[in-house]
């Protein structure tokens, strides 16, 4: 029975190295294992064997079987391979000319982001940068942002489990939850913890938000913040910095006001509200544009900087917003869809 087994496992698996068609796979199927089949007799004639001899005879049989089955499946991929390559067609040769010839161009975000890096790098800042996935630390407690505030409840922050797996990102709080960042502010945090002022950085970047995608909401967008650490920073200081950088941005006939606010991280607080009627789609007197203030002195405690010595303020806006205000672009979604209709209009 063992070399009758063994021939039968040698006759298939030549016969099914030779099998190239589905058809031709299920014949062989039902030649070995169907109602009729080679290895299927061999089973039936298990009544027929000696009591004593049935375990080590149930045992090859079995073996045998999950050989088999190795064999018809090995088969059945090379045959899945070969109609997925024959669907594919011959492979692409990457060193040929592109049918579409032509420079690219940059996407719209990108155009705006490094337009906005431009402009506040002639003001001296430096672009700074900083990880995505953060921690509670320097997202919130740094910026003291209250535990009960809304933003660190889950309906709002992205949170990630098993964090260890994400490595070493903060020695503040051990056991701290890790998160998608929600602002750029983090860099903020960890710009200043690097060493000590006058620091003037402007850090853009992706943030995520769990916010429902519609015309004018997703859940992951771009920000754009600027910080200024020096000795007696005022507000006069950061509306000069914000009417500069948005005349430069939009044009003439562009101005700004500030409505106060509240903010955990800066005291005094303030909305920024842009008045661009020069521009598509701005048919308002005034639209809300971005977040500003003087920064807390708790802030700077927390970092190590004497407030009584040091001063700052610190605004942050969306890039999609100002991206859709300049290009009167009406709907956030457009700049996710990667369709080359809309990308190609910001061709040089």
């Known amino acids: 029975m063992s070399g009758h087994l063994t021939a039968l496992l040698e006759k298939a698996a030549l016969e099914l190295q030779a099998v190239r068609a589905r058809p031709e796979l299920e014949a062989a199927k039902a030649r070995y294992v169907g109602p009729n089949g080679e290895l299927t007799a061999v089973m039936k004639q298990m009544g027929a064997v000696p009591k004593e001899e049935r375990p080590a005879l149930g045992r090859l ?7 088999l089955q190795i064999l018809l499946d090995a088969a059945l991929a090379r045959i899945d391979q070969a109609e997925l390559a024959a669907q594919l067609g011959p492979p692409l040769d990457p060193t040929l000319p592109s049918p579409q010839p032509g420079p690219g161009t940059f996407h719209p975000l990108t155009l705006v982001r490094e ?26 407690d740094a910026l003291s942002t209250p535990t009960d505030h809304p933003a ?7 949170y990630l489990p098993e964090a260890a797996r994400f490595g070493n990102v903060s020695k503040h709080t051990p056991g701290e939850r890790y998160l998608l960042r929600t602002h750029t502010s983090s860099v903020q945090v960890r710009a200043m913890l690097k060493g000590p002022p006058p620091i003037r950085i402007v850090s853009p970047g992706r943030v995520y938000r769990r916010d429902t995608s519609d015309a004018s909401h997703s859940a992951n967008f771009h920000q754009l913040e600027c910080l200024y650490v020096d000795r007696n920073v005022t507000v006069r200081d950061l ?31 303030f909305e920024v509200d842009l008045s661009a009627r020069h521009l598509p789609k701005v ?66």
């Not at 430096?126 to 320097?138: L, N």
């Not at 660190?152 to 992205?158: E, Y």
Request: charged share 25%; aromatic share 16%; proline share 5%.
């Open 239 to 269: 509306k000069s910095l914000l009417d500069y950088l948005f005349e430069s941005l939009l044009g003439p006939g562009t101005k700004i006001r500030f409505r106060p606010h509240y903010f955990s991280y800066t005291e005094p607080s």
């Open 115 to 140: 337009e906005l890096c431009r402009i506040l790098r002639k003001a001296g800042f430096a672009v700074a940068d900083g990880p995505e996935v953060e921690t509670e630390f320097y997202c919130f």
């Open 283 to 348: 048919n308002k007197e005034w639209i809300e544009i971005g977040g500003c203030g003087i920064v807390d002195p708790s802030v700077f405690s927390t970092v190590g900087y004497d407030p009584e010595i040091w001063t700052g303020y610190a605004f942050g806006m969306g890039i999609e917003r100002l991206a859709m205000i300049l290009y009167g672009i009406d709907d956030i979604r457009a700049f996710y869809q990667n369709d080359l209709r809309f990308l190609n209009q910001f061709s040089p």
């Open 152 to 158: 660190r409840d889950a309906q709002d922050t992205f």
């Open 61 to 67: 049989v079995n073996e045998s079987k999950q050989k």
